[in-house]
């Protein structure tokens, strides 16, 4: 996060908790050691558990050192469910290693091409469309 992010973190947190921000010194201290959160995801991933978790926040609290220790439970639950993804897709019958979890299908009409994206057999995410290639039967719903 640059400082502008971290600030803007800071603050979130402090008015979850209806607290006023802390000092720049210690927002300064603080960014040493979680500044290296990237901005984005991670970041707010890392505020929402922080609020969440905690009933209380009291001043002399290390906010710091709580939000790094969520990153890097952040991490370890991307690794886990990235690894999840792949040893599922790997054994697919559809798998492709450019795009796990979906098939691409083309289609032209007169000049014009198009690129559809549709779930695997082994991905059962509702929010895609299974791909129309195949018969349809129980496995693949
Ligand atoms: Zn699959």
Redesign the pocket.
């Known amino acids: 996060m640059d400082r502008a992010d971290f600030n803007a973190a800071i603050s979130q947190i402090y008015a979850a908790f209806n607290l006023d921000a802390p000092a720049a010194q210690t927002v300064n201290a603080w960014y040493d050691v979680a500044g290296h959160i990237p901005s984005g995801e991670a970041a707010s991933w890392c505020v929402r558990k922080f609020i969440a978790e905690k009933s209380r926040l009291y001043r002399g609290d290390n906010v710091s050192r709580d939000l790094a220790e969520l990153y890097e439970e952040y991490k370890r639950q991307r690794e886990a469910e990235r690894y999840r993804q792949q040893a599922?897709?790997a054994?697919?019958?559809?798998?492709?290693p450019r795009i796990?979890?979906?098939?691409l299908v083309e289609t032209r009409v007169e000049n014009l091409s198009y690129r559809w994206l549709y779930?695997?057999?082994?991905?059962h995410d509702p929010r895609f469309a299974r791909v129309p290639l195949y018969p349809s039967s129980a496995e693949d719903a």
């Open positions: 599922v897709h054994a697919c019958p559809e798998y492709d796990p979890g979906f098939v779930r695997c057999r082994c991905n």
